[in-house]
């Protein structure tokens, strides 16, 4: 019993040992990409490959180990679009984030021992490589955003339901956890006690007694935890004006005086609710929907008068091969084309992901923990696809490209978004910029999205979801230089799907002689 106490201790230190390593911006955020999270899938893949040659040579620790390598084995995703599949199921990549950065080390310790020294150095270096505590957050919040944006519910979450689709994964009992623990130290009681009740509803792992031993018992405090969050939930929805943290004090001198039997009673009593029952008070607690989290639920109202047609006369090359072009609006233009990026392309881009770093929204600032929003490159190189490229660029656009400009590349992770924002700063020439403010925006999509992943302009109601092979462009100045704040545009986080796009800012001053004339509505209206 002593020697398991003591196991449990160095797991616990070496835990925090990793919560403590210093934070590096530049580190590789693994959940802000899916190229990221098919980079800690293969660790993953590795890390228990290297558990099986260990249980080779540890015959009495056999069992145990064989039990875990059978629960987490990733076999059966052995190509790299199987892969890409697993982790673009944001259940999956949240699995996949908590299992590496909570579960590893605490395995690690567990056969870090005289025997089989080799691999338990390969699982050292292996272990440099988990996800660092940040990372874990920023997981967090991801799918706290994709739950958020799209009103999902935890119990839908859990059992592998996202929005009508129903897939065939679900979330461990310590993952509902974890979501739970996250929603409580955010201050969102009520749905941390949606997910704590997921917790407790949930099935018992296989071979709890001895896994408990290694990674903590997940039902440890769940049910205090669970009244507790349901208690201030219930008191903060009767009177919304009271302080937190008198309502904190209440709480937590009720949960001193109650008995363990009383306690009891109430989670029986909370248990037996039905989950659509939660729901409906759930729906009733939360604040209205904003105009962005309608837009991603595609809830804008419909336009029309918008028609598909093939456009043939941007450039003389567009009388012998059209483009399918889709209008998407009027005024302010915003237009997609479709079947303009091809797989060859596509897989010459994705390999610009070598050199991929983290994409921040604002600049750095002291002090300061910023969240990645994505990876992303610049396409410097000049190559035949590139140029093809450009050329496509010009044919939709009409403007002329110099091989100097740059492309960007970026992909996009489990719950991260780009959020509202224009593509012109606010002082536009007075910038600086010899090339003038991005007179033109053009995005094309690389990715397959099956659910979520839209762009839209939450102030004109336009939604548009990623088509792969197709580019959306839109104008983000009026002739005369001045923005055009209509073009306040936003992504939406991906569901289920892997957002690649590749991004081109046309700017004015190269264009000058050819730009049309967008005329100025906006600002007549005004007048």
Known sequence: MQRCLNIVTALLLLGQTIADRPYDEHRERYSSSTVGLLKLLELEMQFIENLKSYTDLL????????????????????????????????????????????????????????????????????????????????????????????GLQAYDLAKGRLQDRQ????????????????????????RASLWY??????????????????????????????????????????????????????????????????????????????????????????????????????????????????????????????????EVNHDPYIVMYHEVLFDGEIEELKKQSKNMINGFPEPQQENKIRQVIARHAWWWEQTPTRARIYQRITDITGFRLFAEEELNVANYGLGTVFGPHYDYTPENYETGWFLGGPLVTIILYAGDVAQGGATIFPLINITVFPRKGSALFWFNLFDDGEPDPRSLHSSCPVIVGDRWILSKWIHMVPQMFIMPCIPRKLLSQKE
């Open 167 to 190: 897939y065939d994964t679900q979330l461990s009992i310590r993952d509902c956890l974890a979501l739970g623990q996250h929603k409580f130290q955010e201050g969102n009681y009520l």
């Open 197 to 326: 009740r997921m917790a407790l509803k949930h099935e018992p792992e296989p071979n709890a007694e001895i896994f408990n031993e290694i990674l903590g018992d997940p039902l440890k405090d769940l049910k205090r935890n669970y009244a507790k969050a349901t208690i201030i939930n219930g008191l903060m929805a009767g009177n919304r004006s009271a302080n937190i943290q008198e309502v904190l004090d209440i709480t937590e001198e009720a949960m001193l005086k109650s008995s363990p039997a009383e306690l009891d009673a109430l989670i029986t009593e909370l248990l037996n609710q039905s989950d659509d029952e939660m729901a409906r008070e759930m729906s009733a607690s939360e604040p209205s929907p904003t105009p962005y989290e309608i837009g991603c639920r595609e809830l804008y109202p419909k336009r029309t008068n918008l028609v598909c047609r093939y456009n043939s006369s941007t450039t003389p090359f567009l009388r012998l091969a059209p483009l399918k072009m889709e």
């Open 59 to 150: 015959y009495a620790k056999a069992n145990t180990l064989q039990d875990f390598i059978d629960s987490v084995d990733r076999g059966t995703e052995k190509s790299l679009t199987e892969r890409e599949k697993y982790v673009s199921n944001p259940l999956n990549a949240f699995g996949l984030m908590r299992r590496t950065h909570q579960d590893w080390p605490k395995w690690h310790n567990y056969i870090n021992n005289t025997v089989g020294r080799g691999k338990v150095q390969s699982l050292d270096d292996i272990l440099a490589k988990a996800p660092d505590s940040q990372d874990m957050k920023e997981a967090l919040v991801g799918m706290q955003r994709i739950e958020r944006t799209y």
